[in-house]
């Protein structure tokens, strides 16, 4: 690899020390490095010459952005972490130069990590995004109990009230559907995580589907006829409201998020370290 493309979080590298490092360390030593800040860049902020990987300075949350902005490009994405807790982000700081001599090397292996499309009816109207940890449904506005309809591949599966629904890729496995209770998975492995959010039953679990499978979510009305009003949300960053009558489905993009992998380190060994910070 010789080209990359740098997206910083300005926010966690504010005086642009780690973005210059590591910029003028890939030139030193035969490389190209252009750099962007991560809060405002766009697939059209590409140079014209082909980019060998795109190198993301930040955190999670970062990456998470990078990877529905370029996801038409089919560049590998590298997460250099700069904030605290970070799964997706696996390049620590203190580690830069080493990680860099390794992709100028060809020493790395890309995993390609599914992604989510959510294909939102909004009063007849329809809107298509893109997750790669998750799409949540949550509510917005005051504290209440919503209410869901689910189906999956049109067979009616349950009827919720929660706080809110996730649904998550292996990759987002251990984001918000870990913190809600849903199980670990590792990131590689391709299936559909349904959680709900702060369930009001006593026995309500997550469910794991197959990676075929479509999930479609109604917003019913609520309690004594109300009206429900809910967020959308893909990756944290992008939000959609919904309200009664209207319905997301979710299921598998046709397209995935290559991410590189410098170190052998198995995916329980991380998990492990990372639970123990």
């Not at 790395?108 to 940890?133: C, H, I, P, S, Y």
């Not at 006593?202 to 794991?208: A, D, G, K, P």
């Not at 479509?214 to 429900?228: A, K, N, T």
Request: aromatic share 6%; proline share 4%; net charge negative.
């Amino acid at each position: 690899m010789k080209r990359f493309y740098l997206i910083t979080n300005e926010g966690k590298d504010p005086e642009g020390i780690y973005t210059k490092r590591i910029a003028e360390y890939i030139r030193k030593h035969g490389g190209d490095a252009v750099c962007v800040d991560g809060e405002r860049f766009s697939d059209e902020q590409l140079p014209g010459e082909s980019v060998d990987c795109i190198l993301v300075l930040g955190g999670d949350g970062t990456l998470l952005r990078a990877a529905r902005n370029m996801m038409d490009n089919d560049i590998p994405l590298l997460g250099i972490n700069l904030g605290t807790l970070g799964y997706l982000a696996e390049v620590e700081s203190a580690n830069l130069e080493a990680a860099l001599d390794q992709l100028l090397r060809d020493d790395f292996t890309r995993e390609e990590r599914m992604m989510l499309v959510g294909q939102v009816d909004k009063q007849g109207t329809g809107e298509e995004n893109f997750a790669l940890n998750d799409i949540v449904i949550s509510r917005c506005g005051s504290l209440q109990i919503l209410t869901f309809h689910i189906y999956v591949n049109g067979q009616f599966l349950n009827s919720y009230s929660a706080d809110g629904i996730i649904v998550a890729t292996p990759t987002g496995s251990t984001g918000y559907n870990m913190s809600a209770g849903g199980p670990i998975v590792e990131p590689c492995a391709r299936l559909l995580l349904l959680t709900p959010i702060c369930p009001h039953t006593l026995n309500t679990r997550s469910i794991i589907l197959a990676p075929e499978d479509e999930i479609r979510i109604e917003i019913p009305q609520g309690r004594d006829g109300h009206l429900q009003t809910v967020e959308a949300n893909f990756d944290g960053s992008h939000k959609i409201i919904l309200q009664t009558g209207d319905h997301i489905v979710i299921s598998k993009a046709a397209k995935t998020t290559g991410i590189l992998k410098l170190n052998t380190e198995s995916f329980l060994s991380v998990l492990h370290k990372k639970m123990s910070e």
